[in-house]
């Protein structure tokens, strides 16, 4: 049997998910995860797997990371140099002058990647258009170059003035520095990000770089690990767009991933909107460590666009996704001005919560949601992971309930209802600041546990209906399952949209174009699809907004071109400017190799189980008889009302009162408000 296997490395969880197509078999699994050594975790997914099948064959492997985003949390990545065009060695300090929160005077910018001593100037300047003001200077590229030697650098980022419309200064040091630093990674951003704003691309290329070496280390592991289980498919990673890239895309370009697991749960949220028709949702993906909100449908954003991600900006294509610390594992804990807090600081995987009895003395959210009665007493993963209920009541008690002159219970649930407006606040910044109305959308419930409070964020924003799909607690897992092979580029073209400039806009695309098919020819021998998208503004505007573009370049008319951007720029902002002149910024196309479908079916039917109840264990508990029952034994089209617990292997979704859930033979919970009729 051929089977297709996805696994997503959290923060506190490694979720992996594997469904064959043939026998329509599904398997789902998490373990915790291994902060000190990330590929481990994987590794012992991969053990967990063969269970299933001892001579199993697996066809297509697709993983899910956090190591490049932890590498910019923590500052594990390479030691790094720069070498830049003379007079601009600050900017990647100076940026955009922009403090990180505009009223708190202690706020303090990221530290550089790169100390100033590494960031180092050569002589050369090319003017906006490309011409050449100033011709490089090799002499002084080998002096600097020698002297980041002695600095015994790893990672070198190449990243000149303008380099977007002239690559020709940038790729003459970047060759030089691989001939004179041999084993050094070399990122030039003319490679990277040919794109205008010399501060984001600064940036990105330096974080690249940064990256670079930690990456490639990673995922040589991740494929020694692959090939070590007999596994003949050749390893992808989820990339921040949500596409999948082979490992030597992500090798030559590691800043892509480093949003790689909220992007497989987008991508996961996606798929599930396809399946059950549903023109837009939004998704809330709550893990041990955080909770990634995402919007599909109409009125997501452009999936190319700034991003900072610890602080550092990154210009890569990115899933629409805005993420909290909001999580399982988010510490509970007092200010000193006497008011309750909930993350974003977390437990991890290790010690993790107080229940886990791991030698957590931290309360966490999921110790209050175990003080409410809503985690099964017999533990979680199907019991494979015993909880200690009386660790939970203990350290909630001691350090916040009596700091506040309050019960356990009176705690716990004031614990849950901060995550919940957190979880609100996330979602209204993915709608209502962009002008959509929540009410308009389903809610998925996803990650372990998302669907323990999804009711109640959905009864704060008026959502009528929350969707629990199969194995909620493994849904990224599942997005890696469900994503395409992908690659992006982009190049900066500043171009009037008139008549007299489309013969050098379509001139501009040939270069791309032909990037693409060949990608596609290399990673797609059955053939796949090319996309084109523009950003466009108005002259004289600073921002720019997205825009599709016929696959056909001989459709592509100034008049058609400008109808389009009016309607973006009235659908964002309420209003358009028909008389304006309007001008192309980037041109963007999209390569999507072919993949078979993936999508994990459910049995049809399954036999019905009567509601049990939550037993007390392990301490004083608020609820300590919710009726509970379990998911994998609903019957199709059975309803439980609330308030009630539905438990599975990886997650147990909260009915609040006044809510009750359906089965659906699609395999997905459909929870809405009232009685159900």
């Known amino acids: 049997m051929a089977w297709r296997v996805g696994i997503d490395v959290g923060g506190t969880f490694t979720d992996l998910a594997a469904f064959e197509a043939r026998s329509g078999r599904s398997h789902f699994?998490?373990?915790?995860?291994?902060?000190?050594d990330p590929a481990r975790a994987t590794g012992l997914a991969l053990a967990g797997l063969a269970e299933v099948a001892a001579a199993m064959d697996v066809a297509f492997f697709a993983h899910g990371t956090t190591a490049g985003t932890n590498a910019l949390i923590e500052h594990t990545g390479a030691r790094t140099g720069l070498i830049t065009t003379d007079g601009f060695r600050d900017l990647l300090e100076i940026g955009r002058q922009q403090r990180p929160d505009l009223y708190d005077l202690r706020a303090r910018k990221p530290v550089p990647l790169v100390p100033r001593r590494r960031r180092r100037e050569v002589p050369e300047r090319l003017a906006a258009d490309g011409s050449v003001l100033r011709p490089l200077d090799l002499d002084a590229v080998e002096r600097e170059l020698a002297y980041l030697a002695g600095e015994e650098i790893g990672a070198l980022a190449v990243c000149c003035l303008h380099s977007y419309v002239n690559p020709e200064h940038e790729r003459a040091v970047a060759e030089l520095a691989r001939r004179l630093l041999p084993g050094v990674y070399v990122t030039a951003s003319c490679d990277l990000l040919p794109r205008f704003r010399e501060y984001e691309r600064l940036s990105t290329t330096v974080v690249n770089a940064y990256l670079g070496p930690l990456m490639d280390g990673y995922l040589n592991e991740v494929e020694r690990?692959?090939?070590?289980?007999?596994?003949?498919?050749?390893?992808?990673?989820?990339?921040?767009?949500?596409g999948l890239a082979p490992l030597a895309d992500a090798r030559r370009e590691p800043v892509t991933t480093v949003l790689s697991g909220p992007a497989a749960g987008a991508a996961a949220a996606a798929d599930l909107c396809t399946e059950l028709s549903l023109a837009g949702a939004i998704s809330i993906d709550m893990g041990g460590t955080s909770t990634d909100v995402c919007l599909t449908g109409e009125g997501s954003e452009a999936p190319w666009g700034h991003r900072e991600v610890a602080g550092y900006a990154i210009d890569v294509p990115a899933a629409d996704v805005h993420c909290v610390g909001a999580g399982g594992g988010s510490i509970v804990s007092v200010e000193?001005?006497?008011?309750?807090?909930?993350?974003?600081?977390?437990?991890?995987?290790?010690?993790?919560?107080?229940?886990?009895g791991l030698g957590g003395t931290l309360p966490t959210l999921t110790d209050a949601f175990?003080?409410?009665?809503?985690?099964?007493a017999g533990g979680l993963l199907g019991g494979d992971m015993p909880l200690d209920g009386a660790a939970a009541v203990r350290y909630l008690r001691e350090r916040v309930a009596a700091p506040?002159?309050?019960?356990?219970?009176?705690?716990?649930?004031?614990?849950?209802?901060?995550?919940?407006?957190?979880?609100?606040?996330?979602?209204?910044?993915?709608?209502?600041?962009?002008?959509?109305?929540?009410?308009?959308?389903?809610?998925?419930?996803?990650?372990g546990a998302g669907p323990l409070i999804a009711c109640e964020v959905a009864e704060e924003l008026g959502m009528p209906e929350v969707l629990v799909p199969i194995a909620p607690g493994a849904f990224s897992a599942r997005g890696l399952l469900v994503g395409s092979i992908r690659r992006d580029w982009v190049q900066t073209r500043l171009l009037a949209l008139t008549a007299g400039s489309l013969p050098a806009l379509v001139d501009a695309c040939r270069h791309l174009d032909g990037q693409a098919r060949a990608w596609l020819g290399a990673h797609s021998p059955g053939g796949g699809s090319i996309e084109w998208r523009a950003t466009a503004r108005y002259t004289g505007q600073d921002y720019e907004l997205p825009i599709d573009l016929p696959i056909h370049r001989r459709q592509w008319s100034p008049a058609a071109l400008q109808r389009t951007f009016h309607s973006v720029h009235n659908r964002r902002y309420g209003f358009f400017l028909a008389d304006h002149p309007v001008e192309i910024v980037d041109l963007i196309v999209s390569a999507t190799a072919v993949v078979g479908p993936a999508r994990p079916?459910?049995?049809?039917?399954?036999?019905?189980?009567?509601?049990?109840?939550?037993?007390?264990?392990g301490g004083d508990r608020r609820d300590e008889r919710l009726p509970r029952c379990d998911r994998s034994a609903l019957a199709s089209s059975s309803v439980v009302e609330g308030p009630?617990?539905?438990?599975?292997?990886d997650s147990t979704t909260y009915v609040s009162p006044g809510w009750h859930a359906r089965a659906g033979r699609d395999g997905v919970l459909r929870v809405r408000r009232g009685a159900a009729p």
């Open 404 to 447: 506040l002159g309050l019960t356990v219970e009176r705690a716990a649930q004031g614990a849950v209802d901060i995550a919940v407006a957190n979880v609100r606040a996330a979602v209204e910044v993915m709608t209502i600041r962009r002008g959509l109305d929540p009410r308009e959308y389903a809610l998925i419930a996803a990650g």
């Open 370 to 376: 175990w003080v409410l009665g809503r985690l099964p």
């Open 225 to 242: 690990r692959a090939a070590a289980a007999g596994w003949r498919a050749p390893p992808h990673i989820m990339q921040s767009s949500g």
């Open 601 to 617: 079916r459910v049995p049809v039917e399954q036999s019905p189980a009567a509601a049990g109840s939550v037993g007390a264990a």
């Open 336 to 356: 000193a001005g006497g008011l309750p807090r909930v993350g974003p600081a977390s437990a991890g995987a290790r010690p993790g919560p107080a229940c886990y």
């Open 29 to 36: 699994r998490k373990i915790p995860s291994t902060p000190d």
């Open 644 to 649: 009630a617990l539905i438990t599975e292997y």
